[in-house]
């Protein structure tokens, strides 16, 4: 019967019950108002609730007059043998014989199946109790039931059983975490690793982590709301160290490589290790090449040469590792690298877009190795004046490999050094004649030195050994080009459109200008046809000097190989994609490098705290100015203090406030 004909038919002294709390308890009316009940419970409770709430009403009455104890007493008595009867009713076996029908049954007629010889409102309430305990089978009304299907049946098993898991994991994770906070010795729980998994995953994606309500629940079990103390026990634990990369795990980027890449660069590295003059390529192994790279490099993917000639001109060579004459398109190597996009250079970590067996041997411009190489043969005046140039695939030996400080040391007494210095100057100052943004900001390395301490340099980017190597890189990765261009060969081509203000000319722009004009650049475009390229000031740009760490340059390595009649190109159909496929790992790598280069960078301040700086003023917001420090050129916050007015491209003094590394946060104040 339905809510209505309860209330209709109902009077004070009737023995009812309703749910409560996922529990069904036992009461007796009270009183009866405009649709409410007030009842007395088994608990010896009184409660008000709408006759609509009801799970079960009989006949079944009470005396009111017997008194308050009395009456709970026979409350208690009749949920006792209700709660008995239960026992009688063997859910399933009814399921069995009836879910074949799938239509509703009465509480009538299903009491009849559970008790064919007894019919009384215990027997009724008895059922109604039964499928309320045990809803796997059977949807239920307060009077009516309809069987469920085998499929929904095991559905609704699955869900109970992995609730019932996820109760254990919430008990046992929450009971386990608090114990590693508090310092106190406890077993390992039975399912500690997915507990470590879901607090991981939490921990690391937040809400967008599929685990974020379970970690949540753990979190709680544990006392704790913060989900920084997920990082904390990890850290106790000896899972994450205190200074873990934790993009490489968010990018799920490793740091080995397959077994397969591994043994396919093994294999590679074996049968190909010695290198003979072959008949297509020059052998240039006469010529004086040098390799000019920083300290640490152990993939040394580029070379440069020169010799002056009778005529006042000079026959400058750059030579790039031929990387593809080693790895081929779509072999296990190459997939690898691929998805790698970009090797990733960090303080504390190098992860290799190449199997160093190869990055580091094999396809590496060693010293006194004969390697194959694509040179590009340029003969040029000392002005940068381009006569003509040849690009050709070549046998080159490296006689020396230099480092950037090697250069500057000698640059005012090594003849090639400052013949080299002198080109790239000018042909900067060509680039800067065409319209080039030269953005000239000193480099900042932070790393750690012998005794594993951490350290930093301030590097000048217009150094004679950091400013010749770019420019002739950029004047390499121009000529290719213009000859992939000139041939109609589709290629990675990167183009950038004009900067959305120029805040100065040429190379003349102050500290301060040039952070500003960095910010104001144009993002570049990759495409498979030539464009300008704004920023350099040259018509068409693409890089292949970074084979070995670059995916971008290894396919455009491949075009100029194709060029050359080394192998078949990619179509533009291919390279379009290519530039798909890049742009995600890509830029990854990009943020990757970026924030690990600023969590180390705040680590080496988290030392300095209370030091003055200088800073310039690079903004004014509401309430706060933003300022770059000089020493580190890192941009940071500034409070406005009363009474103080600052202006854009101030230079003040700021002491170091507080810094987090693990936050991302650094404070100043106004000195």
Known sequence: MGPLLLFITMEPGNIVEFIDREKILCAVVLDIKKMRLRLLTENNREVNISASRLSHKANQRLDLSMGRDRLVNALKETASRRKALIQDIDIRELWEVLNTEQEWIDLSTMTQFCFPEDQTADHQAAVIRAFFN??????FNPDRFFPNTREQVENIINRTKEAERQNRLIEAGGAWLKSVLDDIKSALPQEHEEIIDILKSYYLFENDSSHHEL???ILKRAGHKNPDVIFTALVKLGIWDENENLDLLRFDIPKAFPKDVEQAAEEKHRHLSTIEVENDRKDLTHLPLITIDGQNTLDFDDAISIQQQENGQYLLGIHIADVSHFIRKDDPV????????????MPDMKIPMIPPHLAENLCSLKAGLKRPAISIMIRITSSAEIVDYE??????????QMTYFDVNSVADENQQIRMLYDIAKNFQQKRLLQGAVQITLPEISIYFD?????ALTRTDRESPGRLLVAELMILANWLMAKTLAEGGIPAIYRSQTEPRE???????GSLFQNWMQRKLLSRFVLT???????????DAYVTATSPIRKYHDLVTQRQIRAALGLETPYSREEIEHMIQVLEQPTGTVFRIQYKRHRYWLLKYLENRVGEKEQAIVTGRRKNNYTVLLTTYMIECTLSASVGIELKTEDYIQVTIQHVDARKDMISVYLS
Not at 450 to 454: A, N, S, V, Y
Not at 530 to 536: I, K, T, V, Y
Request: some cysteine; aromatic content about 12%; overall charge positive.
């Open 134 to 139: 045990d809803r796997q089978y059977f949807k």
């Open 391 to 400: 690009i050709f695939p070549s046998i080159i030996l490296v006689k020396q």
């Open 215 to 217: 970690a949540k629940k």
């Open 502 to 508: 120029r805040l100065y000319k040429y190379n003349q």
């Open 450 to 454: 012998e005794d594993g301490k951490l």
């Open 334 to 345: 190459d997939k690898e690298a691929r998805a790698r996009a970009s090797s990733i250079y």
């Open 528 to 538: 498979p046809q030539p464009e300008p390229h704004c920023g350099l000031g040259l």
